[in-house]
């Protein structure tokens, strides 16, 4: 065993590009001598941890919509791409700034535009619209594999009724949420 005291390492490891979920993977941990095979110390049967989700990469968002006048009714239209398979994201939330509020009252008001998007199953809850600052598209939890590929999604929104309502800090914002219950 190796005495107290302040040891460098340089670690080298073999990782394998799927991690089985079950049984928990185990590893070995094998200290050598420098220059040698000659081992130092060692530890087996090390519990590993679950696998972690596959981190997001999203490029390119979007925002469109359609012609509307203050006090009017427009088709917002939120999108983004994301480069890679992810299993990281649970909900999206999309906040609407200061002033405008989303008109959407049942999950048939929003429209998303991809078909390989996990949205919830049963029934018509896979949007939350119950604040007019923001809407949440939740996903399936027990399957949330998002694929690689653009993503849209629609809803209406009413405009603010005058130029003055209209805040400077005219910001839409897209949230990636590691929850479901995510609401900033």
């Known amino acids: 065993s190796l005495a107290a005291s ?18 928990p993977p185990f590893f070995a941990v094998v200290i ?13 049967d090390v519990p590993g941890w679950p696998p972690a989700p596959t981190a997001p990469s999203m490029t390119q968002p979007t925002l469109a ?24 994201v649970l909900s999206f939330l999309v906040t609407l700034p200061e002033g405008f509020r989303h008109v959407a009252r049942t ?6 535009s991809n ?3 996990p949205l919830l199953q049963g029934g018509q809850d896979w949007v939350d ?16 594999l998002v694929a690689a590929g653009s993503y849209r999604f629609a809803l209406p929104v009413g405009m603010p009724d005058a130029p003055t309502a209209v805040s400077w800090r005219n910001f839409w914002r897209l949230t990636l949420c590691a929850d479901r219950s995510c609401v900033d």
């Open 32 to 44: 050598r001598e420098l220059g040698t095979e000659a081992v130092a110390d060692a530890a087996f």
């Open 6 to 23: 302040s040891y460098a390492f340089v670690a080298q490891a073999e990782i394998a590009e799927v991690v089985p979920s079950s049984p």
């Open 65 to 88: 919509w359609s012609t509307a006048g203050y006090g009017e009714r427009s088709m917002v239209t939120v999108g983004f791409t994301i480069k890679n398979e992810t299993d990281a």
């Open 107 to 112: 999950p048939s008001d929003v429209q998303s």
């Open 129 to 144: 619209t119950t604040a007019p600052g923001r809407l949440r598209v939740l996903l399936e939890a027990s399957d949330p």
């Open 115 to 117: 078909e390989k998007l």
